[in-house]
C-alpha cells in the first residue's frame, strides 16, 4: 500500500498534498488592467500669474525637451499669452513618457495636444457645445432695471443676473435712458436665451423679445433675422438703433435732473443747463451720435469739455472731463458711441462726474425731451409680414407664460429671416 493511504472498509482515502486553486482568468485580467491603469498618470493644474506654461508641465512631470517640443508644435494656442487660470490637464504614462496635453481656453474651447511619436505632436481645437432653451423673465422696478432683475431673473444664477439687465439696456440705450427714464412700479418681461455649458454653467444668451413699461408707457423690442444679420426693432418694426444715444455713459447714475439748483461751489440758485451723471473718475464717454468736434480744451467752469456738432445741427457739451480720448481736437470726425474722453472733476465740480448738455439752435434744451423721440428707419416693406408672424408668436409666448419658466428649446422660436 502506497504511503499515505489509508484502506477503511475497502475505501481508500488518500492523504496526498491538496491541489492548489487556480486563480480565475477574469480575476487576471482585471488585475492586469489595474496594474496598466496604474502607470498613467492625469493631472488637472491651473496656470499661475506670471507663470510659463513649460513650468506647469514640469510640474505634471513632463520633461523640458518633451513639453519644448508639444508648445513648439501647437499653432492655435500662444504659450507666453495664455492667461492666468487656465486649467491644463495632463496624461503621463510611467514608461513612455506624456502622452496627451489639453488646455482649456474658454469653458466651451479646448485645445488638445496629442503625441504621436518621439517628439511628433498632433494638434486639434475643440469647441463644446452649449445647450440652449429660452425663458420668459419679468419684474417690477422698484429702484433700478438692475436690481429689479437680480430679483426677478431666477432662471439665471445669481452671479450673472446683472448681464441680463445690461444686455437689455445695450438693446434700448437708443430709446431710453435707464437711469432716469424707469419709475418706481414700471415692469420689464423678457423673453430670453438660457445657454448651459457642458460643464453646467448657465449664462444668458440672446434676448428675443422684450417690454418694458416706462414711466408707464410700454416700449417694445424683438429681434429679427434680416438677410442673415440680426437687429432689434420695436414694435412698429423701426430699427431700435437710431441716430443718438439716449445717454453719454454706458454705466451711470444721474444726480441732478434739467432746471434750477444751488450750485455746489458757488452756493447760488442758478440754471442747471444739462444733466450730471455720477460715475467714477476715468469712467469713459461716449460721443452722442455721429459729429464733429468743434471744441476740446479748457472752458471756464466746465473744465475740461468736449463739444460736438451734430448732422442735424444739435450741439452736444461733455463737461468737467479727466481727459481727452486719443485724436479728441477740433475738426476731428466722431462716431455714435465713440469714447470721446474721460469722466473726471475739473472746473467747478466737487466730486467726479459727468455733465452734459443738448443745445438746440444755440439754446440749451431737456435732453430728455429732445431726444425722446427720436426713432430708428422702418423695416423695409418686404420684410414686414415675416416680422409680423415673429411678433405675434414670441409676444404670445411672453403673454401666457407666467413667473421665469423655460418654454422650449430655442428650434422651438425659429426667427422668420427677411431676404
Known sequence: MALGALVLGGVVLSRSRPMPQRVPGALLDAAARDSARARWHTRVDTVRRGEQLAVVLERAGIPGPDAAAALAATRVLDA??????????????????????????????LVRLSRRSGTAWDEREERLPWQTDTVVVGAIVSSTLTAALERGAEAFPEQVRAEVAYALADILE?????????????????????QRAPNGLVRPGNILAARVTVDGRPVETVRFMQRDRPAYFDGEGKAMRAAFLRAPLAFRRISSVF?????????????HQGTDYAAAAGTPVRALGDGRVI??????????VVEIRHRNGFVTRYGHLNGFAKGIRAGASVGIANTIGFVGATGLATAPHLHFEVLVGGRHRDPRQVLRNMAGEPLAAAHRPAFLSLKSRVFALLDASAGARSVGSRELLPAPRGD
Do not use: C, N
Open 295 to 304: 471744441f476740446a480744451g479748457w472752458k471756464g467752469g466746465y473744465g475740461r
Open 80 to 109: 507666453r499669452r495664455v492667461r492666468a487660470g487656465t486649467a491644463v490637464t495632463t496624461r503621463v504614462h510611467a514608461d513612455s513618457g506624456p502622452a496627451e496635453i489639453v488646455f482649456q481656453l474658454a469653458i466651451d474651447r
Open 259 to 271: 432746471g434750477m439748483r444751488r450750485h455746489p461751489i458757488l452756493g447760488i440758485l442758478r440754471a
Open 174 to 194: 437708443y430709446r431710453v435712458d435707464l437711469s432716469r427714464d424707469l419709475r418706481q412700479g414700471d415692469s420689464v418681461r423678457m423673453l430670453i436665451e438660457r
